[in-house]
C-alpha cells in the first residue's frame, strides 16, 4: 500500500508542478493555491463518506429536526455546502470559469465554518482556466477507497516539497514528519493542553492527535491546541492543515520573541516546536523583563536561549516540552552556560537525543532534540539525565535527505519507556531492535547508543548536553565513514567557537572602556 501512495503522490505532484510551469508564479505564490485544492479533495472525501452514513441512518442525527451542519461538526467533519463539494467544481459546464468558483467555494466554506473565517486560499481568477480545470481533474482521481489517512499523506507530502522548492523560507513552516513523530512520541501527549510558539504548518499537532488516536481515544476530546507564528500566511496553512485532519484550535499571529499572546507562563501541559536556528538581532531591550525569561537574556546576539526559556516556562508543575535545536546549544559557553546549568541544577532536563544530519529539507547540518520534564522532580529519574545518540539512526529517503522509519522511532521511544519504566512498543516493528539490545526489556546503558548520566557527571563535563560525551562509542567500528558529514559538523563547531569568540571580544572591549573611563 505504501508503495500506491508515494505513485500517487509523485502524480499528483507533477500535476500540481505544471501549475508553475504553464504561470509565471513562484512557489510561494503557488503552493497554496495547490495546498487549498488539495484541502478541498479531503474535505469532500470525509463529508461525503459521513453524508452517506447520515442519510443512511447508520449514525443518528444529534438533531430532531433532521441532518444538520451540527451533525458533521460534532464529528470533526467540515460542513460543505453544495457549491463547496468538489464534485459540483468537477461537473461544472466546459467553459465555466474555474477560478470564480473555485474563490465561491472557499468562501462557502468558511462561512459555514468559523474557524476558517479568513483563511483558505481565494486567489483562483489569477489562474488560467485551462491549468485549474486540469488540476481538479487530477486531484478527483485520488483513491477514495484507500485505507488510512490518504489525504493526509498528501497534504504532508506537499508541504514537504513546497518547503524544498522554496527553500530556506520553507523549512520555517515544515519540520519533517518524522522527527515530529519521534517528538511525541517522547513526550507522549495522551491529553492536556499543548502549546507551539513556532507553530509552523502544524506538524506539532498534527502528529499528537494521531499519537492519540493510536492510544485508542478521541483527540478533539484528549486535547486542546494553541500555537503561535510570526508570518500571516503559515498561521493559514497551519489552520488549513489543523482542519484538513479534522482538528481545530487557538492559532494566533505574532511575534514571539515579543508577545506572549496566550499569556503562557505555567499553562500548558505540552509545549512542541521547531524554532528557527541560531536567529540575531533579537532587540533585548523590549524582553529584559519579561516573565518568561527568568533564568537571564543570554549576551550572545544568539535567540536559541530565549526560545529554550519560552519552551520552559510555557509548563506547569508536571509538563513536559520536546523540542529541535541546533548542536552548538549543548555546549554554548559564558551566559548560556550559565543559564543551561540552572536548568540542569533545577533537574527540568530530561532527555537529550543527537539527530545525525539530512533529516531537513533546507539545510543539512545535524540538530539535537531536547526534552524537558517538570514533573521528574517527584520520580527516581530526579538526578539523572538520559542520552540517546541516534546520529546512525536513520533510513535513506534519496541522496540527499533522510529519515526515521516507523520501527526506529518506536524503538527510540521504547528506550524512553524503559528510562521511564514503562511498558514497551511492539506494533511498529522494533521488537527485533529491542531483543537485541536489550534482551531482558529492562534498560541498561548501550555504549554508542544510550548511557543515562547522573547529575554530578554532567557536572563534571561542565554541564555540557551533548549525547556525545557520554554516550561513547559502539563496540564496532564505525566504517560508513562520511566525509561531508564530518566536514558538517566541524562547521557547526567551528560556528559555536566563534561565537565564544564574538562573546570574549565584546567583554574584553568592555573592560578596556571601563579601564580608560
Known sequence: MAGNHNEIEKKLWEAADQLRANSKLKSSEYSIPVLGLIFLRYADHKFSALDTELKKGKIESESRIGITKTDYQARGVLYLPENARFSYLLNLPEGENMGKAINEAMKAIETENEDLKDVLPKTYARLDNDVLVALIKNFSSIPMDTEGDVFGKIYEYFLGKFAMAEGQRGGEFFTPTSIVKLIVEVIEPYHGRMYDPAGGSGGMFVQSAKFVERHKKNPGKEIAIYG??????????????????????????????????????????FTMANPPFNVNGVDKEKIKDDKRFCYGIPKPDNANYLWIQIFLSALNSAGRAGFVMANSASDARQSELEIRKQM????????MIAIGSNFFYTVTLPCTLWFFDKGKKETTRKDSILFIDARNIYTQVDRAHREFTPEQIEFIGNIVRLYRGEGIETANGSKEMMDTQFPDNKYQDVPGLCKVATIDKVREQGYSLNPGRYVGIAEKARDDFDFYERLEELNEELEMLNAEARELEERISENVSKLLS
Open 228 to 269: 503561535q507564528e510570526k508570518v500571516a500566511e503559515t498561521v493559514r496553512l497551519c489552520k488549513m492543515n489543523l482542519a484538513v485532519h479534522g482538528l481545530s484550535g487557538d492559532i494566533r499571529q505574532g511575534n514571539t520573541y515579543y508577545e506572549d499572546i496566550h499569556n503562557s507562563i505555567g499553562k500548558f501541559d
Open 344 to 351: 540542569i541544577e533545577d533537574r527540568v532536563v530530561d532527555i
